[in-house]
């Protein structure tokens, strides 16, 4: 009996550590985003690759949020200018996240899978706005998102290492300054209203 008594306890301890562990630990799901860095740093760690890889996850990330946010748009616009932005950015960013995800897979780099937290977090702000502050919203988003991501592919159309990215970026920057513009003038007309 006493041995027994030493095993209940034993294995309550056991289950009460493990309990506290897990309730210690962060049940939040990992953000794709560090999913996909973690996986480059392992396989290009000081590599001059991961600054390339890094590229590629970041305009990953670019392309989720402006599909995420280009199907909100079309469903919440409420004007033709908002929601033919809105259906502009969701065509042509999964087409150049299709393409992204070609020349990643060729280069062995891994990237985001889904939209990140920051994305998501970006959605549900932009969600909770009326008809007309979306609009207003959305396109200060648009003009603010694709003048970092134009910085982002001029430096990346230079600085990578790795001809056929160098190349991608070069070849996508005329699109990116469409986008740009387009945004500029559904703020132009947001303003108006």
Not at 100 to 112: E, F, G, M, Q, V
């Amino acid at each position: 009996m006493k041995h027994y008594k030493s095993l209940v306890l034993q294995v309550t301890c056991i289950i009460a550590t493990t309990i506290g562990i897990a309730a210690c630990t962060n049940n939040k799901p990992e953000d794709t985003k560090e999913v996909a860095e973690h996986k480059n740093e392992q396989k290009f760690s000081n590599n001059p690759n991961e600054k390339d890889a890094q590229f590629l996850v970041d305009a990953a990330v670019i392309n989720f949020k402006e599909i995420s946010l280009g199907q909100l748009a079309q469903q919440k616009g409420g004007t033709k200018h908002v929601t033919a932005l809105g259906k502009m950015m969701e065509t042509e960013h999964t087409k150049m996240l299709a393409d992204l995800t070609a020349l990643a897979k060729s280069k062995n780099i891994s990237l985001p899978t889904a939209q990140t937290q920051n994305g998501q977090d970006a959605y549900i702000k932009l969600n909770k706005k009326s008809e007309i502050d979306f609009g207003k919203e959305y396109s200060d988003l648009m003009v603010k998102g694709h003048k970092d991501a134009i910085a982002l592919f001029e430096k990346a159309s230079t600085d990578c290492t790795d001809s056929d990215i160098r190349t991608w970026a070069t070849a996508t920057l005329p699109a990116l300054r469409t986008h740009l513009d387009q945004a500029l003038m559904c703020k132009e007309l947001c303003e108006k209203m």
